[in-house]
């Protein structure tokens, strides 16, 4: 790490614009107020939260970019290092005194330095590389992204603790809205839930494990503008089990996945115009609906009946949907356009890496290694986009997840071309 690199104007001109632009980015990312607030006990945590890991993976990737144009335009490893952990010093001791609302705690200035001290290696490797470079960067990110898949598969696999439950309908919790309406009845299978302990919480953690669905009767008077919980079931340490929730006109579900032992955030689903045009005279009876939500094989179901309205929703959730569980805040997936925008970023934006290195690699090989490579490559995608959700109970990639996985290889290509098309092939090693 401590070889200099000689940038040329090019190089340098890229490199300047990336400092500038991660500087901008950190800037409005973390000076901004903020409604949450900080309390003294946290500034010294290292694992802080129940949502910690979303905190490590955003502040070193917020990071990155800035330490790989520091290199890029010829630092020093520890020059930059140094620049880093300044930078993030100041920010946090910012948030400490000057920004309302921000949590200032040294895991953040370790975690944003340690991302730039993984962007400044990321600037060094992704210029020309050996044969041999190219070809154990390639196994390195192919076997990163292949642990990705799996972790994202395991945060959309239920995951219910062996624990006492504890069962709240219609209640405020937090500083969030309270129900504006009257939860008649609830049940899980044929369990029915009632506020304080479930006397069977076994046979309900496995009816949940076999998809069992929540089927909630309530009167409603008017919609609830915020986020409220209907019903709830948590276990005795207060972590939640699943759950039923109105924001404004949709209807939200919850269970605890895999992504909750990660310490990321827990996936929710929602489907809209459940609440929609809720309301009553004052002298007329309140409005009857039955919701239900279950999660079976891989796939959640949403139902709502209103009188004569029906409404029906099927959510299947990919290990290409995994950045919602690391969005820094609430949100649920229910199949809209902008969600398949961000999903097919997300796959894409993953591969980039591996498409990079194994183009460089593949400038060192004859024509036959160069085709078993790109064999290795479809194997290797086979796996992550396929069988690794099928080991969970997820479905698999579909032909969208595959169009931006081919796509974000060819994108690590054509960098690879930019940045080493014109030079002479390093001396393989």
């Given at each position: 790490?401590?070889?200099?690199l000689?940038?040329?104007?090019?190089?340098?001109?890229?490199?300047?614009?990336?400092?500038?632009?991660?500087?901008?980015?950190?800037?409005?990312?973390?000076?901004r107020?903020?409604?949450?607030?900080?309390s003294?006990?946290?500034?010294?945590?290292?694992?802080?939260?129940?949502?910690?890991?979303?905190?490590?993976?955003?502040?070193m990737?917020?990071?990155?970019?800035l330490?790989?144009?520091?290199?890029?335009?010829?630092?020093?490893?520890?020059?930059?290092?140094?620049?880093?952990f300044?930078?993030?010093?100041?920010i946090?001791?910012?948030?400490?005194?000057?920004?309302?609302?921000?949590?200032?705690?040294?895991?953040?200035?370790?975690?944003?330095?340690?991302?730039?001290a993984?962007?400044?290696w990321?600037?060094r490797?992704?210029?020309?590389?050996?044969?041999?470079?190219?070809?154990?960067?390639?196994?390195?990110?192919?076997?990163?992204w292949?642990?990705?898949?799996?972790?994202?598969?395991?945060?959309?696999?239920?995951?219910?603790?062996?624990?006492?439950?504890?069962?709240?309908?219609?209640?405020?919790?937090?500083?969030?809205?309270?129900?504006h309406?009257?939860?008649?009845?609830?049940?899980?299978?044929?369990i029915?839930?009632?506020?304080?302990?479930?006397?069977?919480?076994?046979?309900?953690r496995?009816?949940?494990?076999?998809?069992?669905?929540?089927?909630?009767?309530v009167s409603?008077?008017e919609?609830?503008?915020?986020?409220?919980?209907?019903?709830?079931?948590?276990?005795d340490?207060?972590?939640?089990?699943?759950?039923?929730?109105?924001?404004?006109?949709?209807?939200?579900?919850?269970?605890r996945t895999g992504?909750?032992?990660?310490?990321?955030?827990?996936?929710?689903?929602?489907m809209?115009?459940?609440?929609?045009?809720?309301?009553?005279?004052a002298?007329s009876?309140a409005?009857?609906?039955?919701m239900?939500?279950r999660?079976?094989?891989?796939?959640v179901?949403?139902?709502a009946?209103?009188?004569?309205?029906h409404r029906?929703?099927?959510?299947?959730?990919?290990?290409?949907?995994?950045?919602?569980?690391?969005?820094?805040f609430?949100?649920?997936?229910?199949?809209?356009g902008?969600e398949?925008?961000?999903?097919?970023?997300?796959?894409?934006?993953?591969?980039?890496?591996?498409?990079?290195?194994?183009?460089?690699?593949?400038?060192?090989?004859?024509?036959?290694?160069a085709?078993g490579?790109?064999?290795?490559?479809?194997?290797?995608?086979?796996?992550g986009?396929t069988?690794?959700?099928?080991?969970?109970?997820?479905?698999?990639?579909?032909?969208?997840?595959w169009?931006?996985?081919?796509?974000?290889?060819?994108?690590?290509?054509?960098l690879?071309?930019?940045?080493?098309?014109?030079?002479k092939?390093?001396a393989s090693?």
């Open positions: 790490m401590h070889e200099k000689a940038p040329s104007p090019e190089t340098r001109r890229f490199a300047l614009a990336l400092v500038v632009l991660s500087l901008v980015a950190i800037a409005w990312l973390t000076l107020p903020a409604h949450a607030g900080s003294l006990e946290s500034h010294l945590c290292l694992v802080c939260g129940p949502e910690a890991g979303v905190d490590i993976l955003l502040n990737l917020l990071f990155i970019p330490g790989a144009g520091l290199r890029l335009s010829g630092l020093s490893f520890w020059k930059a290092v140094v620049i880093c300044a930078l993030s010093f100041s946090e001791t910012a948030q400490a005194f000057f920004v309302r609302g921000r949590a200032s705690t040294l895991s953040d200035i370790l975690t944003n330095t340690g991302g730039g993984l962007g400044f990321a600037g490797t992704w210029l020309a590389a050996s044969r041999k470079r190219a070809a154990w960067l390639t196994a390195i990110w192919g076997a990163i292949l642990l990705i898949q799996i972790a994202s598969s395991y945060s959309f696999s239920p995951s219910l603790p062996v624990a006492q439950y504890y069962g709240k309908t219609a209640r405020e919790l937090g500083t969030r809205a309270m129900f309406g009257r939860v008649d009845s609830a049940r899980i299978g044929t029915p839930i009632r506020d304080g302990a479930l006397t069977d919480s076994r046979s309900i496995q009816l949940l494990m076999d998809g069992a669905p929540i089927v909630v009767h409603l008077s919609p609830t503008r915020n986020f409220a919980s209907i019903v709830r079931v948590a276990d340490k207060g972590r939640g089990i699943a759950s039923l929730s109105e924001e404004g006109d949709r209807l939200v579900f919850s269970v992504a909750a032992g990660l310490r990321l955030r827990e996936p929710a689903f929602g809209a115009r459940v609440f929609s045009g809720v309301g009553r005279p002298d009876a409005e009857t609906l039955v239900s939500a999660f079976s094989d891989g796939t179901q949403l139902s009946q209103n009188g004569s309205a029906e929703l099927e959510i299947s959730p990919r290990a290409s949907q995994a950045w919602t569980v690391l969005v820094p609430h949100g649920h997936l229910e199949s809209g902008m398949s925008g961000a999903t097919f970023l997300w796959t894409s934006a993953l591969l980039i890496p591996l498409g990079f290195w194994a183009a460089s690699l593949a400038r060192h090989l004859e024509r036959a290694p085709y490579l790109v064999g290795g490559l479809a194997v290797l995608m086979a796996a986009l069988l690794v959700p099928a080991t969970f109970g997820l479905s698999g990639a579909t032909l969208f997840d169009i931006a996985a081919v796509c974000g290889i060819g994108l690590g290509g054509a690879m071309l930019l940045f080493n098309g014109s030079k092939n390093p090693a």
